[in-house]
Nanobody, 122 residues
Framework: QVQLVESGGGLVQAGGSLRLSCAAS????????MGWFRQAPGKEREFAAG????????YYKDSVKGRFTISRDNAKNTVYLQMNSLKPEDTAVYYC???????????????WGQGTQVTVSS
């Protein structure tokens, strides 16, 4: 059974930082892309960042470019999202995702975590 478990969310003031982690179990994703989505209250889920299997190709949503950094450790089957200069509009539930069939950094993605809440106060 494949599981993706996120951690690291919380409450932070605007301008602060958080680091999200997502540990995968049940299969290895070292040959496939992984990513982070987010969903704010009343809004659709959006793709925030993606990373290739090798960790050398990235995608970032325009609104997070220069502030968020995605990385991965294939030996630990884990993907990270370093979030700096956080803004209130970054408030959302953040979901980890992994693909089992695509090589594109933008997916599609087949497995999802349960989500971790990030709240940025002004």
């Amino acid at each position: 059974q494949v599981q993706l478990v996120e951690s690291g969310g919380g409450l932070v003031q605007a301008g602060g930082s958080l680091r999200l982690s997502c540990a995968a179990s049940g299969r290895t994703f070292s040959a496939y892309p992984m990513g982070w989505f987010r969903q704010a209250p009343g809004k659709e889920r959006e793709f925030a960042a993606g990373i290739s299997w090798s960790g050398t190709t990235y995608y970032y949503k325009d609104s997070v470019k220069g502030r968020f950094t995605i990385s991965r450790d294939n030996a630990k089957n884990t993907v990270y999202l370093q979030m700096n200069s956080l803004k209130p509009e970054d408030t959302a539930v953040y979901y980890c995702a992994a693909s089992k069939r695509s090589l594109a950094v933008t997916g599609p993605f087949d497995y999802w975590g349960q989500g971790t809440q990030v709240t940025v106060s002004s």
